[in-house]
T-cell receptor
Framework: GQNIDQPTEMTATEGAIVQINCTYQ??????LFWYQQHAGEAPTFLSY????GLEEKGRFSSFLSRSKGYSYLLLKELQMKDSASYLC????????????FGTGTLLAVQP | NAGVTQTPKFRILKIGQSMTLQCAQD?????MYWYRQDPGMGLKLIYY???????DKGEVPNGYNVSRSTTEDFPLRLELAAPSQTSVYFC????????????FGPGTRLTVT
């Protein structure tokens, strides 16, 4: 079956670093996306990993270990505007780019 | 460029009514998707299309239909609306292939009472 697990909620302090974990068990794997979704808005792309290792993009980094079925999103120098849901999504495989989404992690950044 | 647009933004339907959710894109992307998002849940794929004239079922297709006569448009049809279809519906597009990100429209919030 398909299973993607993320913590439901996290709280962090402005200026700090937070790590959001995602573990997955899927029938196929062709990469993993992280999306950000502010309340009442559409998801927007943050990162994509298909090979093991760390991808860094400004204040955001994403890590993947395929052998462990594990990824994390690292947010540095947290800002209030980073308060949002963070969605982990696994590409099921094949040419259709079908995504299997986790339920998302709601991050609250406090002053 | 408008990107991905969806209409309407909000809609209230009575049980048994039908409606079409519109999705249009000007990004010239071949791949288009319909998702629903229930509170506290991840996005679930309803239907997708890899090009004009080609559609296929996703994870939760029951109660919905789609068509794709042009590259730009991908309407989602709800027949005989049920309370279980109360949700936020997102349309998305991608250039294609597993490495490409998906671009989401602003969503349609549907309530069936």
């Amino acid at each position: 079956g398909q299973n993607i697990d993320q913590p439901t909620e996290m709280t962090a302090t402005e200026g700090a670093i937070v790590q959001i974990n995602c573990t997955y068990q899927t029938s196929g794997f062709n990469g993993l996306f992280w999306y950000q979704q502010h309340a009442g808005e559409a998801p927007t792309f943050l990162s994509y990993n298909v090979l093991d290792g760390l991808e860094e993009k400004g204040r955001f980094s994403s890590f993947l270990s395929r052998s462990k079925g594990y990824s994390y999103l690292l947010l540095k120098e947290l800002q209030m505007k980073d308060s949002a849901s963070y969605l982990c999504a696994v590409v099921e495989g094949g040419a259709t780019n079908k995504l299997i989404f986790g339920t998302g992690t709601l991050l609250a950044v406090q002053p | 460029n408008a990107g991905v647009t969806q209409t309407p933004k909000f809609r209230i339907l009575k049980i048994g009514q039908s409606m079409t959710l519109q999705c249009a894109q000007d990004m010239n992307h071949n791949y288009m998707y319909w998702y629903r998002q229930d509170p506290g849940m991840g996005l679930k794929l309803i239907y997708y299309s890899v090009g004009a004239g080609i559609t296929d079922k996703g994870e939760v297709p029951n109660g919905y239909n789609v068509s794709r006569s042009t590259t730009e448009d991908f309407p989602l049809r709800l027949e005989l609306a049920a309370p279980s279809q109360t949700s936020v519906y997102f349309c998305a597009t991608s250039k294609g292939g597993s490495v490409y990100e998906q671009y989401f429209g602003p969503g349609t919030r549907l309530t069936v009472t």
